[in-house]
């Protein structure tokens, strides 16, 4: 980094955050962070505004529940245009240089900021991003997943989406963070009677929710070291069954609590959904990301709040991820 771009962080670190510090140390950190925010930053004072008068419909669909948010403003998220000439030509408002002026984080690792998200879905949302712009990737970033979610535990889960898996900023490295339990797969990732256990092997265990509607793989360990080997061996198989070596579409939520990290892994198979794109009336403005497929579906149009049924939802689920049968010959090869 350059002199200019190191008064720049300077400029934008509202803290400084090194994992040795007291456990719950960072958690407080953020804590303070959306309090300064709130009072210093007007966008985000009008986003959580907004976000208390966003709707809520429960959809009861085969063998599982979602809840269904109409948040108008996440339009520039959910309409984004992600074709990579739109990305490239746009600016990156992950970038340090972009942030808007009033907007601070908490620098992490020194190599990343936790900054408000200013267009929330939850009552505390934070972004996580890169001080530089790298593409959104995750087998390089496992580590830092792994110890961003123990030094937020057990407060946050930290969920990644993939750059062709609901990341409007495919083009820079970042995670997101919800209060834990928000989504209801995290829940339903823990009802042991969802649960077909498939892999155990060097303290690490693997699972795949049954008749879920979506494919879930539930990974858990309390051993780092074997589970980021886990991680590292998965990704390279899938990569090997897919016959690609582009990362695989995928969504992350990870979370920690009594030193057990519990990873729902929902590998994807498109981006979006085909109605996303069709003309006229019939079109659903759903960008299915971690949080919707998590059964929280975000929309940011009233007609499709009011129409959002549990066949709509099942089909886009079904439609957008892969069948449990990929999981299933990649842990085989795995054993
Ligand atoms: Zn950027």
């Not at 972009?98 to 900021?113: A, T, V």
Request: glycine share 4%.
């Amino acid at each position: 980094m350059n002199s200019s771009n190191n008064s720049l962080l300077a400029q934008k670190t509202f803290a400084v955050f090194n994992s040795t510090s007291t456990h719950g140390a960072l958690v407080q950190l953020c804590q303070n962070l959306m309090e300064q925010q709130k009072l210093h930053w007007p966008q985000l004072t009008e986003g959580y505004a907004a976000l208390e008068s966003v709707r809520v419909r429960e959809i009861v669909c085969s063998n599982y529940t979602v809840f269904v948010q109409f948040n108008p403003k996440r339009i520039r998220s959910t309409g984004a245009d992600l074709d990579p000439k739109a990305i490239q030509e746009r600016k990156c408002f992950l970038c340090l240089e972009n942030l808007p002026e009033p907007q601070k984080g908490i620098l992490f690792q020194d190599k990343f900021l936790l900054l408000c998200n200013p267009v929330p879905i939850f009552a505390r949302h934070l972004t996580f991003s890169s001080i530089h712009h790298i593409p959104q990737e995750l087998e390089s970033s496992f580590g830092v997943l792994l110890n961003l979610t123990r030094d937020l535990s057990p407060d946050f889960t930290v969920f990644y989406n993939g750059p062709k898996s609901g990341a409007s900023a495919p083009d820079h490295f970042h995670f997101q963070m919800s209060p834990r339990r928000a989504l209801p797969i995290e829940c339903d990732a823990v009802d042991m009677r969802r649960r077909k256990r498939l892999y155990y092997k060097d303290h690490v265990a693997g699972c795949v929710l049954v008749n879920y509607g979506r494919t879930a793989l539930v990974v858990e360990s309390t051993d780092e070291l074997r589970l980021l080997e886990f991680l590292k061996n998965i990704l390279e198989i899938w990569k090997k069954v897919l016959g690609s070596a582009e990362e695989p579409k995928m969504n992350i939520l990870c979370s920690y609590q009594e030193e057990l990290w519990r990873l729902i892994i929902v590998p994807r198979r498109k981006h979006r959904p085909d109605k996303y794109f069709i003309g006229g009336d019939d079109r659903v403005l759903i960008s299915p990301a971690a949080v919707d497929i998590g059964g929280l579906v975000v929309t940011p149009l009233e007609k499709d709040f009011l129409r959002a049924d549990a066949k709509l939802i099942e089909s886009i689920f079904a439609e957008v991820t892969e069948p449990p049968e990929l999981i299933e010959r990649i842990l085989e090869k795995l054993q």
